[in-house]
């Protein structure tokens, strides 16, 4: 199982990206795919995840309507649509086969048993 996340890059703030997660050796069709992402200093935090099961997608507050998960089984390839970027969303982002969506008072959390993280892809938003 391999999974390569890249379109990470440097904006300005308000800037958009869209982030690609490719497998490799398997197909993503069926998995939920996760987001992550860990800022320096901080802990790995879910951003979003899509289900495999019936492409329902789920989001962190903070990224909520800014943000789109979408898949394209064609290319065996997860997207994450990240618009009006701020420097808060500055972190590295991985991507995983397999979350789990945690609510809490009404905030999903995700959480995730894939360890195999990888290098993922850097997003910097700073002016």
């Known amino acids: 199982v391999q999974l390569q996340a890249s379109g990470g890059g440097s904006v300005q703030p308000r800037g958009t990206l869209r982030l690609s997660c490719a497998a490799s050796?398997?197909?993503?069709?069926?998995?939920?795919v996760g987001w992550f992402r860990q800022a320096p200093g901080k802990e790995r935090e879910g951003v979003s995840c899509?289900?495999?099961?019936?492409?329902?997608?789920f989001y962190a507050d903070s990224v909520k309507d800014r943000a789109t998960i979408y898949r394209d089984n064609s290319r065996n390839t997860v997207y994450l649509q990240m618009n009006s970027l701020k420097p808060e969303d500055t972190a590295v982002y991985y991507c995983?086969?397999?979350?789990?969506?945690?609510?809490?008072?009404?905030?999903?959390?995700?959480?995730?048993?894939?360890?195999?993280w990888g290098q993922g892809t850097e997003v910097t938003v700073s002016s």
């Open positions: 995983a086969p397999g979350c789990q969506v945690v609510v809490v008072s009404g905030r999903n959390y995700f959480r995730t048993t894939f360890n195999s």
């Open positions: 050796g398997f197909a993503l069709d069926y998995y939920d």
């Open positions: 899509v289900s495999g099961r019936d492409g329902r997608t």
